[in-house]
């Protein structure tokens, strides 16, 4: 190790390998022997730099202007609720009109996770996607998993545990934590039939303690639920003019 | 009229002020010449403009063309400045869900950023999206020694540590980053291996200290702050376990300290850590000053003073 240690030296030239020396034997070192800390707020007073501005700018009014942009109009405020509310049924018949539209599998039921509903109700007026983006900041999209009736079930389950979901394809009440009652298109749960069901991927991968649907396969097509929300507000606008969705009884407490 | 007792004591002022006025400037410089300053930010999470006014508590604060424009002014006082950051960049604003983080990593390089790590949020838009951004837009390096990434799209775009010269200061900097099981979305993380954040962090700063002879050796950090209740590794856990770290800069728990904390390390030794909160609202600073040493001992027992910069 010394031996090739040597040749190396041998190579450099003989005055780097005097300053070499020179630094080996006494090398300067700094220790940091005093700090001090002072933060600075940013505050709206302050100064801005005139060139950073004009590089963001750009974005800035083109994210705005597209956030701006009227989508739609709202007839009816709608609002945030459990067991069933009129926002999560807008949302949930968004995300199963829309979803039939990127699979060729016959959807049974579309769910919406309470917790994923990030405004307590949209306003009845003009939408914008401004709005739609705060209502569904994440990036999620629809995903498709074949459940059995008795995994149907299981999950079914965990939705009235947690007080019940925004459903669009089904109907069910909740009695002491668990669902009963339910009907799928209208027809009752067959322990042993095969159901596709659509979640947000968030839902599908386990999120929300959905454990059940961990281990599933899911079918994606990277079609984003935001996306969905303003197709469907443009399809709605096209058939009726407006936005809006009703109270049906879909999730309700057993007497 | 000027009495003669009154003249000569004028004229001595200002032959002294001419002599010393030269010797003040190369003591001022002297001392510049010892200091490095340290700003820094986390958790900035595209908040490209300031918070909107809404009536929320954050409303009008932030902003990065104010934050630049801070930097600026304390670059043109101070000669030794290193600008860090401490990852979670993206995600936040609609600013990324249509860009996909390019306005923000332009605007940290316009910004003269020396370094960041990476956030979990990094990987919101995938990691071919991030390796994209940083490829054609950082001017910067993204540090992060405990996730191996070979294989994935960001082989080639981290790198765990780089170190820094300035002036006579050599200044050693590496990154950490989260456990990414349950936070990250495993197609997001893909074949990413998370390794144990402070057997890595040691084995850098090992690295920085003894064999590229740094001065300073600053941590990046990504674990958060404490975790009182919870088994996952913070920036506590790693500043008391660590060797040879002197500061961890961190972020993802968005905590505000009032001032840095400080622990002891397995050698007896001071580090600090700060964190600034979130959405850039604080530019974080701390001035270090350095004593020379003309030999390789350095004093084991010595400690760091550190006190709040008393503002002038």
Redesign the interface.
């Known amino acids: 190790m010394t031996r090739s240690f040597i040749i190396q030296l041998r190579l450099i030239h003989p005055a780097i390998l005097v300053l070499l020396a020179a630094f080996a034997s006494?090398?300067?070192?700094?220790?940091?022997?005093?700090?001090?800390?002072?933060?600075?707020?940013?505050?709206?007073d302050?100064?801005?730099?005139?060139?950073?501005?004009r590089?963001?700018r750009p974005?800035?009014d083109?994210?705005e202007k597209?956030?701006n942009t009227i989508i739609g109009t709202v007839r009816q405020t709608l609002e945030k609720e459990q067991p069933e509310g009129t926002l999560g049924n807008f949302m949930a018949d968004a995300y199963l009109t829309m979803g039939a539209q990127q699979f060729d599998k016959p959807i049974d039921a579309a769910f919406v996770n309470f917790g994923g509903i990030r405004l307590q109700q949209l306003p009845a007026g003009p939408l914008t996607i401004?709005k739609i983006?705060e209502l569904m900041?994440f990036?999620n999209v629809l995903v498709l998993q074949q459940l059995s009736g008795t995994q149907l079930q299981s999950f079914l389950d965990l939705v009235a545990a947690r007080g019940g979901w925004p459903v669009s394809g089904i109907r069910f009440s909740i009695r002491n934590k668990k669902a009963v009652d339910i009907f799928i298109r209208d027809r009752p749960l067959q322990p042993v039939a095969q159901y596709w069901i659509l979640n947000s991927?968030f839902v599908a991968?386990g999120g929300d303690n959905a454990e059940m649907l961990k281990s599933l396969p899911q079918l994606s097509t990277g079609y984003l639920a935001r996306k969905a929300l303003i197709d469907y507000v443009a399809l709605q606008t096209r058939q009726q003019g407006f936005v809006g969705a009703q109270l049906e009884k879909r999730v309700i407490h057993a007497q | 009229m000027l009495s003669r007792k009154h003249f000569i004591r004028q004229s001595a002022l200002v032959a002294g002020g001419l002599l010393t006025a030269p010797l003040w400037a190369e003591a001022r410089n002297a001392a510049s010449r010892?200091r490095?300053v340290v700003l820094h930010t986390n958790d900035t999470h595209s908040r490209?403009?300031?918070f909107p006014m809404d009536g929320s508590r954050n409303q009008?604060?932030?902003?990065?063309?104010?934050?630049?424009?801070?930097i600026?002014q304390i670059r043109e006082q101070e000669p030794h400045v290193l600008l860090l950051d401490a990852g979670d960049i993206f995600q936040g604003t609609?600013?990324f869900?249509?860009?996909k983080g390019?306005?923000e990593i332009?605007?940290m390089s316009?910004?003269g950023y020396d370094a960041t790590t990476i956030g979990n949020h990094d990987f919101?838009?995938g990691m071919e999206n991030l390796a994209t951004q940083l490829r054609l837009h950082a001017r910067f390096p993204m540090l992060v020694c405990n996730y191996d990434v070979s294989g994935t799209p960001l082989e080639g775009n981290v790198k765990p540590y780089q170190v820094f010269k300035r002036g006579?200061?050599t200044i050693g900097v590496l990154g950490v980053g989260i456990e990414g099981k349950g936070l990250i979305?495993?197609q997001l993380f893909g074949s990413t291996v998370y390794l144990d954040p402070v057997a890595e962090a040691n084995k850098v700063a090992y690295i920085l200290r003894k064999k590229e002879?740094c001065?300073?050796v600053i941590c990046l950090s990504h674990l958060g702050n404490r975790y009182p209740t919870e088994r996952k590794v913070s920036d506590e856990d790693l500043a008391k376990q660590s060797e040879e770290i002197?500061l961890i800069i961190g972020g993802h728990t968005h905590t505000f300290l009032d001032?840095?904390l400080v622990y002891t390390n397995k050698k007896g030794r001071d580090v600090?850590v700060?964190q600034?909160g979130f959405g850039?609202?604080?530019?974080?600073?701390?001035?270090?000053?350095?004593?020379?040493?003309?030999?390789?001992k350095?004093?084991k027992t010595?400690k760091?003073?550190?006190?709040?910069?008393s503002?002038v």
């Open positions: 006494c090398r300067t070192v700094y220790f940091p022997s005093k700090a001090e800390y002072s933060s600075q707020r940013i505050t709206k302050l100064s801005i730099d005139s060139s950073l501005y590089i963001v974005y800035g083109s994210v597209s956030m401004g983006f900041p990036d991927d991968s | 010892y490095l490209l403009d300031p009008g604060l932030g902003g990065v063309d104010k934050r630049a424009q801070i600026k609609p600013y869900n249509f860009y390019e306005p332009r605007a316009y910004m919101d838009a006579p200061l979305p495993d002879h001065d300073l002197d001032k840095p600090m700060n600034v850039g609202i604080i530019l974080g600073r701390i001035d270090f000053e350095f004593s020379k040493f003309s030999s390789q350095i004093l010595e760091i003073f550190i006190s709040s910069k503002v």
